[in-house]
């Protein structure tokens, strides 16, 4: 599969990789549609704290759900988004239920590798229902903090 790769500040390159195989816990999103966010320019002009080089950058994004592990209510071939904050389960934050306070949290696109490919393997628990986005109203998104 291409991934588009912000190799350093300031460049991109097209890179060739293996398309992800399906493991426990986790889902396969053929990306379809990828939104540029502020996230992503800061990591493209250097400015990005806590981010490495080389990295697949993007986190805002829509695609078609192709395989998955432990995902009841999804089906194949469903388009789907994800919550791009993958936590440990483990720590004392994701005990408590503080998925957000992760000691180990990791950020897709930034942390790790993002959506800028022709598929993405993501936590299943992060995957959510595209058709919901596009059922909600706007009034409704724009009440989140």
């Known amino acids: 599969m291409k991934k588009l790769v912000c190799t350093t500040s300031g460049k991109f390159e097209y890179a ?9 816990g986790n889902a396969i999103i053929k990306i379809k549609r990828i939104g540029v966010c ?24 829509a695609g078609e759900l192709v395989d998955f592990d432990s995902a009841p209510g999804f089906r194949k071939g469903e388009a789907v988004t994800f919550i791009p904050y993958f936590h440990c389960g ?5 005990r408590s239920d503080k998925l957000n306070c992760c000691t180990g949290i990791e950020v897709c696109g930034v ?35």
């Open 38 to 61: 502020g996230t992503d320019l800061h990591a493209f002009e250097g400015t990005q704290p806590y981010f490495e080089y080389p990295r697949v950058l993007g986190h805002e994004l």
């Open 111 to 145: 942390h790790i590798d993002g959506g800028m490919a022709e598929y993405l393997s993501v936590p299943s628990y992060a995957l959510v229902h595209g058709a919901v986005c596009l059922m909600m109203p706007w009034h409704w998104w724009s009440r989140w903090p």
């Open 16 to 24: 060739h990789a293996e398309k992800p195989e399906l493991t426990e």
């Open 90 to 94: 483990g720590c004392i934050a994701c």
